[in-house]
């Protein structure tokens, strides 16, 4: 059971990279996933999170007011898998980027880091920088 994080890498200003978490072992669809990012000396912050696929309520998603507009969230819940689309990069953007997931959490509790979730991916580093 685990997640796995993939994508990062050495972007310019201005570039875009989309962040990749496949999960194996459970079904993802089940549950609320994000990504959070984390820079030396900072704790660990939400950036992105959507709902599970069984919510009653539809899928909800948030987003961290300094990416709002930037990046997007996406689940392919075939492939097990949800994606973190980021545009307009920025060099505050750089940081390490985990994903992170809780079957009985809501969307809104896990970007907060209200609970603890049950899963975390692995950390993908992306460096935007020219």
């Known amino acids: 059971v685990q997640l796995q994080a993939s994508g990062g890498g050495l972007v310019q200003p201005g570039g875009s990279l989309r962040l990749s978490c496949t999960a194996s072992?459970?079904?993802?669809?089940?549950?609320?996933i994000g990504w959070f990012r984390q820079t030396p000396g900072k704790e660990r912050e939400g950036v992105s999170c959507?709902?599970?696929?069984?919510?009653?309520?539809?899928?909800?998603?948030y987003y961290a007011d300094s990416v709002k507009g930037r990046f997007t969230i996406s689940r392919d819940n075939a492939k097990n898998t949800v994606y973190l689309e980021m545009n307009a990069l920025k060099p505050e953007d750089t940081a390490v980027y985990y994903c992170?997931?809780?079957?009985?959490?809501?969307?809104?509790?896990?970007?907060?880091?209200?609970?603890?979730?049950?899963?975390w991916g692995q950390g993908t580093l992306v460096t935007v920088s020219s």
């Open positions: 992170a997931s809780d079957k009985t959490a809501s969307a809104w509790q896990l970007f907060s880091l209200f609970v603890s979730p049950d899963y």
């Open positions: 959507i709902s599970s696929s069984i919510m009653s309520t539809g899928s909800r998603t």
């Open positions: 072992g459970f079904a993802l669809a089940h549950y609320a």
